[in-house]
Structure formats: structure tokens, C-alpha cells
């Protein structure tokens, strides 16, 4: 086991070495024209295109290119972020633990629902139950993302005046600029409790629920539907039958026996969707005003900011290679016959 | 009981949220675009200037609404010489910076001279070194490339050391290189904020000497400490910026602390989405929001039981558009001028300048629907391409606007007739996105091609890129530009759009040299009136000339919750609103009511 976490492990560079060659060679699809046009947003500037081209070196070829910029990252410079006026490093020390923390408080409702819904539906198989989680599935399947920000946005928070958006009220966000307030993790939620400030704690808690439930709405539908199927198909299977035969209690044999195997399946799914939630939920990021790293690599993408969006395709790359090392591992604690050698 | 709890859980989640209103002394502004940089010598963009004109000062500024009446701030008073080429300033003498250090004459020449040296392409430095260095405004290491001798950098430094003196600790000194009536006003820009030196150079900033000056010509200031810390004497110091939010508070050591600002926090808050912007502003949870167009402040703004719309016809801004007319198109490989030649299939290169054509062009362009399909019937027309505001602007020249007749009379006398029997065809692009070309696009297609069946205009969508490259390549006939103000001189527009050497105008092969007499006059002498004068005449000018026109203005708008006023409100206006300002009105002058 040991040994297969190792060699895993030892893949990840190759993989981020080769991510990072794509994104330039991507790049260099695109004209340097085209790459110098996207620094270009006034007309005061529209004579720079060929200044521009020069001071970052927009004309030069892949390997030149490349080398330009792997030299600084080999010297732990990952470069300057034209988005976020800052160093790289600077910007993801900050968004990585937001988006995190929005990604795991909606990751978690959103697999227990999962998993609860998906189970009911089975063992209701066809039934009323079945019938209504189902169409609730394909409702919350069909709506658009921001639709269903937008629905929040404008009604509870606007309507009602619930919740905020944003990652903290303003006056905390005074409070904590010009108190001694440690950000250890860069999670409010527990830097409130690590700071003895569970108004903190609280506060980032209910500017969570927002945006946690909207991915929520739209994400568990996904979870439920795999775990429905899957357990279905465990439920199926001749082990059921034997344990039922033997006399099992009904809930011991569906919860302890089958659903522990129907898991697997979930397990697989929602390792990368936890990857891509914290990378990639640019909508809801932008909707609630939670400055995460979605938001930040969709700009990136749009002005061709290379810096960004090479850190930003390289540390996605790192968190789903390590995500799915960690699925690995999830799958013998669920299922102890998988061994790896 | 566990059902008790979640009830307790979800009635608390709610009911400490119920409408927050942003306290008595907190303001919070909601805008998109992010700052660019905080180094006043970096930061060339509204939003940084937003933040720069309350943390920094400058040595003179803008009074009030006007933008041709002055008052001092770290200065008391200042003379210039008569050969108009030296300014002297008397500096205020109990100034403090945010770190304590006091201001004296030293900080004044550190801040000057460090925006010379470094000077960086995309900053405001050029304006400054064209008044007091030269070298066509570009910093050294642009000038001479890689070819400069150490001889050649002696005397560029030289001239940078020598255009700003001290006299004594409140005593500073500016010397031109030439008579330039814009200079004083020059100095009213964020990019000459007065900084601290002490507290600059013991953070690893330019070390004020000659020793370190040329490591840092042309230097992105975005890398360097500056770029998010404050050093300035403004009402309010810099608490935190990271990329996005700015926060700030009020400087206890202030100078003209007697006018306490009654803000004593402002969080000026990045939120790019509208809607969300919207929904804050509903919740009480921002004084002032950025609403991009009209029809979304007409539709969702007003009503709104907590907000306010505030607007006025005066409030036209600091900056000028105009359709251009290319009067050297490239001919080569050039589609947009189809055969080349004045055959009906095409044009010639030099197809504007003829002034019949442009007057034709003039007289087919219609006003009022821009006014009405661009601006929602909310903008002012203009007489010349300058502000209003500004000096010189004369609201008595004639105003072209569409006329068939008058239209088929020129285009009848364009090249001795034979362009109204051969007719023509060209091109006019825009970049896609683009509605304010795209509808001069398409009215002037619309005029023009029911005068004559032989007249055929194509209107083009083009990719930005594709659209620079033209416009860098001189393919484009004719083409929308606008420009925002760097400083409140009206030659900041007037040499740009109408000088045969300006920004806009050289592109376009516009030369006239009567007119490059009267700006070069205008920006050689001091006397305000003497200037309109002169300015006003390039207006008449123009208006017979036709080398551009101006497009309609739209007038401005404000979106505030309903308790925020300022002070040295116009009677009859919650707010003030100075165009030269970023954020239309100071920090300081925020009065919740």
C-alpha cells in the first residue's frame, strides 16, 4: 500500500510538467497579436501593441517561452499575476483556502444527501417516494447554475435581507484588517475558533449557506442518482439475497451490507467533483462575491494572463492528483478485498 | 430536543442577518474593475485613482466641482516666473505622512524626480517629463535603448535632478524646459502625490540618489513596495489592500483635521457582477453601487425604497469621442477600400481628404439617433472634441447633424462630381461588442446609401485583435476613438484630436497647418482668456474642416443610498461630482445624514 502511495505520488510532477506544456503550447496557438490585444482596453493604448509584444516577450517561440518561465518557477517564482495585481503565490494563499472552505461546506451536505436520498429511492424503488425524488433530481439536474444563484441572490438576500454575500459582514472585515487577527488557515470558519473569535466562526458560517446551498441544489441531484442505481444493483445481488435469507434484520442488510459496497461508485464521483469545486465554480463565486479561485482563473483566461493560469492549472492539477490518490486509498477502507501492489 | 436546536440554529442564521444597514461612519462603495496599483508614479486607471486622490495629496487640487478653479492643499502658495518656466511652491509646514515622518521640501522633490526616473510605458510619467526633462516623455531606458552611453545618462540624469530643487525645507522648485500652461495643473494628478521619501526608501524604494537611479527607468512599480502600501498625507490611510477590497480609514494626524472627515472607515468593494451589486445596495449592505447602463438604472434603480439616483445634463465627464476620417488609408492589401480607386468598387486612399466628403459624411450623420439608440435619449451633443467643462469649450459653434439635402450637395461636389455618378464602396468596422461604433457604423451606412444607389457602405464586425492590428496597420476609413482626460487642460483633447502630431490625429493623417498654429499658440502662453480665445477658434475650425466628429456625450449618474451626501454640494444636489475626480467626489466630504 505504502509503496503504490508512493509511486502515485511520484507521478504527480510528470503530470504537472505536462499540464504546464500544454497551457503554453495553447498559448502559442493564438497569434501575438492576439495574446498583446488582450492587455490592450482603451484607446489611449491602442498604438502599444508592438511595446507590449516586446516587454513580455509574446513573439518568442514555445521553448523559449517555456524556459522563461520555468526558470522562475524552478526558483520558486511563480510570477506576477496581471488579475490580481499581485504575486501568484500571494493570490492563492488567499483563494485556495476560500474556495476550499465554500467547496467543503456545500461538498459535505451534498454527499450525505446523496447518499441518504439515493439509498431512500432504492429501497422505494418505484414507489411515491422513488417518483418524487426522482423528478426533484431532474429539476435540480436541469436549472443553470446561475439561475439558481441568481434566485438567491435576489430573494433572500436581496428580498429578505438573509445571509450576506461576500465571505464576511463589513464590519468584521474592518475589525479583522485592523486587529491582530491571525489567519492560520485562511478558513474564517476556523480561524474564528484557532482566534477565540466565534463571532467570526459564526459569521462566515451564515455567508456560506448561500452560495453551499445553491451548489447544493445543483450538484446532489448527480450524487443521488449514482448512489440510487448502484444500490439497486447491490440490492440485486446474491450476498443480499443470502443475508436476507439468513434473517437479517432489513436495515442491517441494506445499510451495513449493501450500501457500504453501492459506495464505491460515489467514491469515484465525488473525489474529482470535490476537485473541480474547489477550481471551478466561477458562477457561483461571481455571484456571490466569494473571491475564490474560479473567478480569479476565469479572468486569467479571458485577459491570456499565462502566470495565472499556469499556477492555476498546476495546482488543480496537484488537488486532483491528490484527490484521486486519496479515492484510492477510500476505496480499501470500503471495500478491505481492493489491495494494491 | 434535536429538532429544538436546528430550530434555534436556523432562526439565529436568519435573524442576525435581517438588513444591516452600513453603520453612520462606514461607507462602502460597490464598483467593478480592480485597482491597478497603489504607487501613485504606477497607477494610470480610475479605479486606482479612486483610491489614490483620498490617500495621497498633491500640492494644489480641483475646488469643488470646478475644474478651472483651484485651491492649495500641501502647498499654501506658488508663483511662476515670468518666462512662465519656473514654478515656485511655499509648502505647508505642518504636514504629516501616515507613518509620522513630517513633510518637507525633500518628499516633494523624491516624488517628482522618482516618477522621472522611473517613468515606467504605462504609467502617467510621460506628461510630467515632456514639461520638465524632455526626451519625448519616455523614460531612460526606452529613450536610448540599449545603445546609451554613460555621457548620454549623465545628462539625462542631470536633467531630472535639475528640474526639481529645494530653495529651502518649504520652498520647492519646479523648472520647465518650456512654457507649458498645463503644467500646474499637471500637478493636480493623482501621479504627483506627494510621497514619503523616508518611509519609501527605508522599504527598499528608488534611493532618491543618482547611485540607484537607472536600475529603476522604466521598472513595473506593480513589484515594488509602494504598489499596496501607503505613504501618503491624504484624510485617510490605507488599511488594506490584497488584490481586491480596499479598505481604508481615517488619519488621526491629519492636517486639516479640524474638517474631520465623518467617514471614519471606507471599503470600496469589488463586486463584478451587477445583479449582486443591486441586491447589496437593496440590503443595505453598500452606500454606492456602479451601474453600468441606463436601461438596468431604469428598470431595477429607481424605485428602490433605500436608493437614490442622482444626474444632471452637466455631468458629462472629462473625456471626448469622435468619428475620425483616415486621410491616408493603407492602400495595400487593404479590403476595406475594395478596388482602391474611385471606380464605384472601392475608394482611394486619400478618399477623406477632400472636405466635401467629410462634410458629406457630416451632414448624414445623424445626432439624434445616437442620442436615442446609443444613449437612451440621456446625452448632450457636442460643438468640438472637448468637454465642456473644460477651458475653451464654445457652445456656439454649429452642430452637424443629418441633412440629406445638404448631404447630396457635397457629396455632388466631391471630386469636381465625378464621385456622385461613379459612386463608391468602403468598408467601416467595428469591434464586435462595441454598440457606440456599431451604431455610427450602421446610421452612417443607413444616410449614406439612400442618397445614391452607387454608394455602398459595408459595415464590419471585427475580433479586437483584428481590429487593432487595422487600426495599427491604417487600414480602417473611418473609425469611433475617444479619449479621458489626464489632466484638465483642453489641450489635452484639442492636441490630440486636431494636432498633425497628436495621439489620434497623426494616425489619421490629419494636418492642417492653420490649426497646428493656433494649438501651438494656445499651449505657449498662460492667460485663460487669450487661451478660450484661441481654443475657440480651433473649434470654428474645425467645424469647417470637419476632420473629425464629435459624438454626443452622455450624461452621468450616481447611484447612492438615500442617507449619503457630501459636502460643498451645488444648491439644489445631494453631491458634488468633479469629472477630474476618479470617484466623482473626496472621502472626506462624505456626510451621512
Same mark, same amino acid.
Given at each position: 500500500?505504502?509503496?503504490?502511495?508512493?509511486?502515485?505520488?511520484?507521478?504527480?510532477?510528470?503530470?504537472?510538467?505536462?499540464?504546464?506544456?500544454?497551457?503554453?503550447?495553447?498559448?502559442?496557438?493564438?497569434?501575438?497579436?492576439?495574446?498583446?490585444?488582450?492587455?490592450?482596453?482603451?484607446?489611449?493604448?491602442?498604438?502599444?501593441?508592438?511595446?507590449?509584444? &516586446?516587454?513580455?516577450?509574446?513573439?518568442?517561440?514555445?521553448?523559449?517561452?517555456?524556459?522563461?518561465?520555468?526558470?522562475?518557477?524552478?526558483?520558486?517564482?511563480?510570477?506576477?499575476?496581471?488579475?490580481?495585481?499581485?504575486?501568484?503565490?500571494? !493570490?492563492?494563499?488567499?483563494?485556495?483556502?476560500?474556495?476550499?472552505?465554500?467547496?467543503?461546506?456545500?461538498?459535505?451536505?451534498?454527499?450525505?444527501?446523496?447518499?441518504?436520498?439515493?439509498?431512500?429511492?432504492?429501497?422505494?424503488?418505484?414507489?411515491?417516494?422513488?417518483?418524487?425524488?426522482?423528478?426533484?433530481?431532474?429539476?435540480?439536474?436541469?436549472?443553470?447554475?446561475?439561475?439558481?444563484?441568481?434566485?438567491?441572490?435576489?430573494?433572500?438576500?436581496?428580498?429578505?435581507?438573509?445571509?450576506?454575500?461576500?465571505?464576511?459582514?463589513?464590519?468584521?472585515?474592518?475589525?479583522?484588517?485592523?486587529?491582530?487577527?491571525?489567519?492560520?488557515?485562511?478558513?474564517?470558519?476556523?480561524?474564528?475558533?484557532?482566534?477565540?473569535?466565534?463571532?467570526?466562526?459564526?459569521?462566515?458560517?451564515?455567508?456560506?449557506?448561500?452560495?453551499? !446551498?445553491?451548489?447544493?441544489?445543483?450538484?446532489?441531484?448527480?450524487?443521488?442518482?449514482?448512489?440510487?442505481?448502484?444500490?439497486?444493483?447491490?440490492?440485486?445481488?446474491?450476498?443480499?439475497?443470502?443475508?436476507?435469507?439468513?434473517?437479517?434484520? &432489513?436495515?442491517?442488510?441494506?445499510?451495513?451490507?449493501?450500501?457500504?459496497?453501492?459506495?464505491?461508485?460515489?467514491? !469515484?464521483?465525488?473525489?474529482?467533483?470535490?476537485?473541480?469545486?474547489?477550481?471551478?465554480?466561477?458562477?457561483? &463565486?461571481?455571484?456571490?462575491?466569494?473571491?475564490?479561485?474560479?473567478?480569479?482563473?476565469?479572468?486569467?483566461?479571458?485577459?491570456?494572463?499565462?502566470?495565472?493560469?499556469?499556477?492555476?492549472?498546476?495546482?488543480?492539477?496537484?488537488?486532483?492528483?491528490?484527490?484521486?490518490?486519496?479515492?484510492?486509498?477510500?476505496?480499501?477502507?470500503?471495500?478491505?478485498?481492493?489491495?494494491?501492489? | 430536543?434535536? @429538532?429544538?436546536?436546528?430550530?434555534?440554529?436556523?432562526?439565529?442564521?436568519?435573524?442576525?442577518?435581517?438588513?444591516?444597514?452600513?453603520?453612520?461612519?462606514?461607507?462602502?462603495?460597490?464598483?467593478?474593475?480592480?485597482?491597478?496599483?497603489?504607487?501613485?508614479?504606477?497607477?494610470?486607471?480610475?479605479?486606482?485613482?479612486?483610491?489614490?486622490? =483620498? %490617500?495621497?495629496?498633491?500640492?494644489?487640487?480641483?475646488?469643488?466641482?470646478?475644474?478651472?478653479?483651484?485651491?492649495?492643499?500641501?502647498?499654501?502658495?506658488?508663483?511662476?516666473?515670468?518666462?512662465?518656466?519656473?514654478?515656485?511652491?511655499?509648502?505647508?509646514?505642518?504636514?504629516?505622512?501616515?507613518?509620522? =515622518?513630517?513633510?518637507?521640501?525633500?518628499? #516633494?522633490?523624491?516624488?517628482?524626480?522618482?516618477?522621472?526616473?522611473?517613468?515606467?510605458?504605462?504609467?502617467?510619467?510621460?506628461?510630467?517629463?515632456?514639461?520638465?526633462?524632455?526626451?519625448?516623455? #519616455?523614460?531612460?531606458?526606452?529613450?536610448?535603448?540599449?545603445?546609451?552611453?554613460?555621457?548620454?545618462?549623465?545628462?539625462?540624469?542631470?536633467? %531630472?535632478?535639475?528640474?526639481?530643487?529645494?530653495?529651502?525645507?518649504?520652498?520647492?522648485?519646479?523648472?520647465?524646459?518650456?512654457?507649458?500652461?498645463?503644467?500646474?495643473?499637471?500637478?493636480?494628478?493623482?501621479?504627483?502625490?506627494?510621497?514619503?521619501?523616508?518611509?519609501?526608501?527605508?522599504?527598499?524604494? *528608488?534611493?532618491?540618489?543618482?547611485?540607484?537611479?537607472?536600475?529603476?527607468?522604466?521598472?513595473?512599480?506593480?513589484?515594488?513596495?509602494?504598489?499596496?502600501?501607503?505613504?501618503?498625507?491624504?484624510?485617510?490611510?490605507?488599511?488594506?489592500?490584497?488584490?481586491?477590497?480596499?479598505?481604508?480609514?481615517?488619519?488621526?494626524?491629519?492636517?486639516?483635521?479640524?474638517?474631520?472627515?465623518?467617514?471614519?472607515?471606507?471599503?470600496?468593494?469589488?463586486?463584478?457582477?451587477?445583479?449582486?451589486?443591486?441586491?447589496?445596495?437593496?440590503?443595505?449592505?453598500?452606500?454606492?453601487?456602479?451601474?453600468?447602463?441606463?436601461?438596468?438604472?431604469?428598470?431595477?434603480?429607481?424605485?428602490?425604497?433605500?436608493?437614490?439616483?442622482?444626474?444632471?445634463?452637466?455631468?458629462?465627464?472629462?473625456?471626448?469621442?469622435?468619428?475620425?476620417?483616415?486621410?491616408?488609408?493603407?492602400?495595400?492589401?487593404?479590403?476595406?477600400?475594395?478596388?482602391?480607386?474611385?471606380?464605384?468598387?472601392?475608394?482611394?486612399?486619400?478618399?477623406?481628404?477632400?472636405?466635401?466628403?467629410?462634410?458629406?459624411?457630416?451632414?448624414?450623420?445623424?445626432?439624434?439617433?445616437?442620442?436615442?439608440? #446609443?444613449?437612451?435619449?440621456?446625452?448632450?451633443?457636442?460643438?468640438?472634441?472637448?468637454?465642456?467643462?473644460?477651458?475653451?469649450?464654445?457652445?456656439? %459653434?454649429?452642430?452637424?447633424?443629418?441633412?440629406?439635402?445638404?448631404?447630396?450637395?457635397?457629396?455632388?461636389?466631391?471630386?469636381?462630381?465625378?464621385? *456622385?455618378?461613379?459612386?463608391?464602396?468602403?468598408?467601416?468596422?467595428?469591434?464586435?461588442?462595441?454598440?457606440?461604433?456599431?451604431?455610427?457604423?450602421?446610421?452612417?451606412?443607413?444616410?449614406?446609401?439612400?442618397?445614391?444607389?452607387?454608394?455602398?457602405?459595408?459595415?464590419?464586425?471585427?475580433?479586437?485583435?483584428?481590429?487593432?492590428?487595422?487600426?495599427?496597420?491604417?487600414?480602417?476609413?473611418?473609425?469611433?476613438?475617444?479619449?479621458?482626460?489626464?489632466?484638465?487642460?483642453?489641450?489635452?483633447?484639442?492636441?490630440?484630436?486636431?494636432?498633425? =502630431?497628436?495621439?489620434?490625429? @497623426?494616425?489619421?493623417?490629419?494636418?492642417?497647418?492653420?490649426?497646428?498654429?493656433?494649438?501651438?499658440?494656445?499651449?505657449?502662453?498662460?492667460?485663460?482668456?487669450?487661451?478660450?480665445?484661441?481654443?475657440?477658434?480651433?473649434?470654428?475650425?474645425?467645424?469647417?474642416?470637419?476632420?473629425?466628429?464629435?459624438?454626443?456625450?452622455?450624461?452621468?449618474?450616481?447611484?447612492?443610498?438615500?442617507?449619503?451626501?457630501?459636502?460643498?454640494?451645488?444648491?439644489?444636489?445631494?453631491?458634488?461630482?468633479?469629472?477630474?475626480?476618479?470617484?466623482?467626489?473626496?472621502?472626506?466630504?462624505?456626510?451621512?445624514?
Amino acid at each position: 500500500m505504502l509503496n503504490y502511495i508512493i509511486r502515485r505520488a511520484l507521478q504527480i510532477p510528470l503530470v504537472l510538467f505536462v499540464l504546464s506544456l500544454i497551457i503554453v503550447g495553447l498559448m502559442q496557438l493564438l497569434s501575438p497579436q492576439q495574446r498583446a490585444a488582450a492587455f490592450i482596453t482603451s484607446d489611449k493604448q491602442i498604438e502599444h501593441l508592438d511595446q507590449i509584444i &516586446e516587454k513580455y516577450h509574446l513573439d518568442e517561440g514555445f521553448i523559449v517561452q517555456y524556459k522563461l518561465w520555468a526558470k522562475e518557477v524552478l526558483h520558486g517564482n511563480l510570477g506576477f499575476s496581471r488579475i490580481s495585481k499581485e504575486p501568484v503565490t500571494a !493570490t492563492v494563499r488567499k483563494k485556495l483556502p476560500a474556495s476550499t472552505e465554500l467547496a467543503l461546506s456545500a461538498f459535505i451536505p451534498i454527499v450525505l444527501m446523496g447518499i441518504w436520498l439515493g439509498t431512500l429511492a432504492a429501497t422505494h424503488r418505484d414507489g411515491l417516494l422513488d417518483q418524487v425524488l426522482r423528478v426533484v433530481a431532474i429539476i435540480g439536474w436541469s436549472l443553470p447554475t446561475f439561475v439558481v444563484a441568481i434566485w438567491l441572490v435576489a430573494w433572500v438576500y436581496g428580498g429578505l435581507g438573509w445571509f450576506g454575500i461576500g465571505r464576511l459582514p463589513n464590519s468584521l472585515l474592518i475589525d479583522l484588517a485592523t486587529g491582530n487577527f491571525h489567519p492560520h488557515t485562511g478558513m474564517f470558519t476556523i480561524d474564528g475558533i484557532l482566534n477565540g473569535r466565534l463571532d467570526v466562526t459564526w459569521a462566515a458560517l451564515v455567508r456560506l449557506v448561500l452560495p453551499a !446551498t445553491a451548489l447544493v441544489i445543483v450538484v446532489s441531484a448527480g450524487i443521488m442518482r449514482v448512489m440510487r442505481s448502484s444500490m439497486l444493483d447491490e440490492l440485486g445481488k446474491d450476498y443480499v439475497r443470502t443475508a436476507r435469507a439468513k434473517g437479517l434484520p &432489513e436495515g442491517r442488510v441494506v445499510y451495513k451490507h449493501a450500501r457500504r459496497n453501492a459506495l464505491i461508485p460515489v467514491i !469515484t464521483m465525488a473525489g474529482p467533483m470535490l476537485g473541480r469545486m474547489i477550481g471551478g465554480i466561477v458562477v457561483i &463565486e461571481l455571484i456571490f462575491n466569494f473571491p475564490g479561485l474560479g473567478e480569479w482563473a476565469a479572468k486569467a483566461a479571458l485577459q491570456l494572463d499565462m502566470n495565472t493560469l499556469l499556477a492555476f492549472v498546476l495546482l488543480i492539477g496537484l488537488i486532483m492528483a491528490t484527490v484521486n490518490l486519496l479515492v484510492d486509498i477510500a476505496y480499501v477502507v470500503v471495500d478491505p478485498r481492493i489491495r494494491y501492489e | 430536543m434535536k @429538532k429544538h436546536l436546528l430550530k434555534i440554529l436556523a432562526l439565529g442564521l436568519v435573524g442576525s442577518m435581517a438588513f444591516a444597514a452600513t453603520g453612520p461612519d462606514t461607507y462602502v462603495q460597490m464598483t467593478y474593475g480592480e485597482v491597478d496599483s497603489l504607487d501613485p508614479a504606477q497607477a494610470y486607471d480610475t479605479a486606482s485613482g479612486a483610491i489614490l486622490e =483620498n %490617500i495621497y495629496e498633491t500640492l494644489y487640487t480641483y475646488k469643488g466641482e470646478s475644474i478651472t478653479e483651484y485651491e492649495p492643499v500641501l502647498a499654501t502658495d506658488y508663483s511662476i516666473s515670468d518666462d512662465g518656466k519656473t514654478y515656485t511652491f511655499k509648502l505647508r509646514r505642518d504636514v504629516l505622512f501616515h507613518s509620522g =515622518n513630517r513633510m518637507t521640501c525633500r518628499d #516633494v522633490e523624491y516624488s517628482i524626480e522618482r516618477l522621472l526616473v522611473t517613468n515606467p510605458g504605462d504609467s502617467a510619467g510621460w506628461f510630467y517629463a515632456e514639461s520638465l526633462i524632455g526626451y519625448d516623455g #519616455v523614460n531612460a531606458k526606452d529613450y536610448f535603448g540599449d545603445g546609451a552611453s554613460q555621457a548620454d545618462l549623465d545628462k539625462y540624469w542631470q536633467a %531630472i535632478d535639475d528640474s526639481v530643487q529645494c530653495v529651502d525645507d518649504y520652498t520647492v522648485q519646479f523648472h520647465l524646459i518650456k512654457k507649458d500652461p498645463s503644467f500646474f495643473v499637471k500637478l493636480m494628478y493623482t501621479a504627483s502625490s506627494i510621497l514619503d521619501s523616508k518611509y519609501a526608501i527605508e522599504n527598499g524604494e *528608488w534611493s532618491g540618489t543618482k547611485a540607484d537611479w537607472y536600475d529603476w527607468a522604466g521598472k513595473d512599480l506593480r513589484e515594488g513596495f509602494l504598489h499596496n502600501h501607503d505613504a501618503g498625507t491624504g484624510a485617510f490611510k490605507l488599511v488594506k489592500w490584497a488584490g481586491k477590497d480596499v479598505i481604508a480609514e481615517r488619519f488621526i494626524g491629519y492636517w486639516d483635521y479640524a474638517n474631520k472627515p465623518q467617514m471614519k472607515t471606507v471599503i470600496i468593494k469589488v463586486v463584478d457582477e451587477q445583479a449582486t451589486r443591486i441586491q447589496a445596495l437593496k440590503a443595505g449592505d453598500a452606500d454606492r453601487i456602479t451601474v453600468n447602463d441606463r436601461a438596468t438604472l431604469e428598470t431595477q434603480i429607481r424605485g428602490m425604497a433605500n436608493a437614490k439616483v442622482l444626474e444632471s445634463d452637466k455631468w458629462l465627464g472629462a473625456a471626448a469621442s469622435a468619428v475620425f476620417f483616415n486621410q491616408k488609408i493603407a492602400a495595400q492589401d487593404n479590403p476595406m477600400i475594395g478596388s482602391g480607386q474611385l471606380d464605384g468598387n472601392g475608394i482611394p486612399a486619400d478618399f477623406f481628404t477632400d472636405v466635401n466628403v467629410r462634410k458629406a459624411f457630416a451632414y448624414s450623420f445623424d445626432q439624434d439617433a445616437i442620442i436615442q439608440d #446609443v444613449y437612451l435619449g440621456k446625452a448632450v451633443p457636442l460643438t468640438m472634441a472637448l468637454p465642456p467643462s473644460f477651458l475653451g469649450y464654445d457652445p456656439n %459653434i454649429p452642430i452637424y447633424n443629418v441633412d440629406p439635402d445638404k448631404a447630396e450637395e457635397y457629396f455632388k461636389k466631391a471630386y469636381g462630381g465625378k464621385l *456622385w455618378e461613379t459612386g463608391f464602396t468602403m468598408t467601416i468596422a467595428y469591434n464586435s461588442g462595441n454598440t457606440t461604433r456599431q451604431t455610427v457604423a450602421e446610421i452612417l451606412k443607413q444616410n449614406i446609401e439612400a442618397l445614391n444607389p452607387k454608394f455602398k457602405i459595408n459595415v464590419k464586425a471585427m475580433p479586437w485583435p483584428q481590429f487593432l492590428a487595422a487600426y495599427k496597420n491604417g487600414q480602417l476609413p473611418a473609425l469611433v476613438l475617444g479619449w479621458g482626460a489626464d489632466y484638465a487642460d483642453p489641450d489635452n483633447f484639442i492636441y490630440v484630436f486636431y494636432h498633425s =502630431n497628436g495621439y489620434f490625429a @497623426k494616425k489619421v493623417g490629419y494636418a492642417n497647418p492653420e490649426m497646428d498654429k493656433l494649438i501651438e499658440e494656445a499651449r505657449s502662453i498662460t492667460d485663460p482668456a487669450k487661451r478660450a480665445a484661441l481654443y475657440s477658434k480651433v473649434g470654428r475650425l474645425a467645424y469647417e474642416d470637419v476632420p473629425v466628429l464629435p459624438l454626443p456625450r452622455p450624461t452621468g449618474w450616481m447611484v447612492l443610498a438615500k442617507n449619503v451626501y457630501t459636502k460643498g454640494a451645488p444648491a439644489g444636489m445631494d453631491v458634488y461630482n468633479n469629472p477630474m475626480r476618479s470617484g466623482s467626489f473626496l472621502w472626506k466630504d462624505i456626510i451621512k445624514k
